[in-house]
């Protein structure tokens, strides 16, 4: 008897995914940050971060992560993950042009592209957004639409860019989108030894990474989260 011969194949489907924002999108603004939470998060936990900085003309959209599970113990709590290493390169395409549709619905919303768009990423939200800005701004990557889009900053906080990324070539694809790298001091994911030996790797004249360090482990710090959000750039 022989055993089975298994066969793999690929459906793309459709499917229902969900983001909170700060206040209507409708409503006219200067400045948006897309923030992507981290693993085992939830929207619109991850959104009430921001609320403490809050301020007139800004709005902050978060998309959540396309795959949500229970969490242990006792499975009482719900957490969403941007992907997985099973299937991870259909995961990728697809949570990339799920923000490809958020940033085209804020526009669309907007009537217009607010004066400046950032992203923040947090924890595994940084490889998200890494990824994601990489695909925009990567003029090798044939794009997949006719929709013209652009990040003015991107701020990587308690993680790194994902791994395929990690070199100075990289820097040089996403200019002139700036870069800032945030991390504590006690942060046991990603240290800041781990930054800093990362640093001059990816590190470029025309488009350097701003570090910030602060006292601090695993989380978003109000203090500085409001310095890096509205520092001025030069």
Not at 102 to 127: A, T
């Amino acid at each position: 008897m022989s055993g089975f011969s298994f066969q793999e194949t690929k459906l793309t489907v459709s499917r229902s995914a969900r983001m909170v924002s700060s206040a209507p999108l409708t409503d006219p603004v200067q400045t948006v940050w897309i923030v992507l939470h981290g693993y085992a998060q939830l929207a619109a936990d991850f959104l009430s971060e921001f609320e403490p900085v809050a301020r007139p003309g800004v709005l902050f959209v978060a998309p959540e992560g396309l795959s949500r599970f229970y969490r242990r113990p006792r499975n009482t709590h719900i957490g969403a993950s941007w992907m997985t290493a099973e299937a991870r390169d259909d995961e990728i395409t697809d949570y990339l042009a799920y923000l490809n549709k958020v940033y085209d619905l804020i526009v669309e919303k907007q009537r217009r592209r607010p004066k400046f768009v950032g992203v923040l990423g947090f924890s595994q939200g940084c490889s998200t957004a890494s990824r994601w800005v990489e695909s925009i701004h990567n003029t090798r990557v044939e794009p997949i639409d006719s929709v013209s889009r652009t990040i003015d900053r991107m701020v990587l906080w308690g993680g790194t860019p994902a791994v395929e990324l990690r070199s100075s070539s990289y820097q040089n694809d996403i200019a002139p989108c700036r870069v800032d790298w945030v991390t504590g001091t006690t942060d046991r994911f990603t240290p800041p030894e781990k930054l800093t030996e990362l640093h001059p790797e990816m590190d470029t004249v025309n488009n350097p990474i701003q570090m910030t360090i602060f006292e601090g482990k695993h989380e978003i710090d109000t203090n500085v989260l409001n310095q890096i959000l509205y520092k001025k750039l030069n």
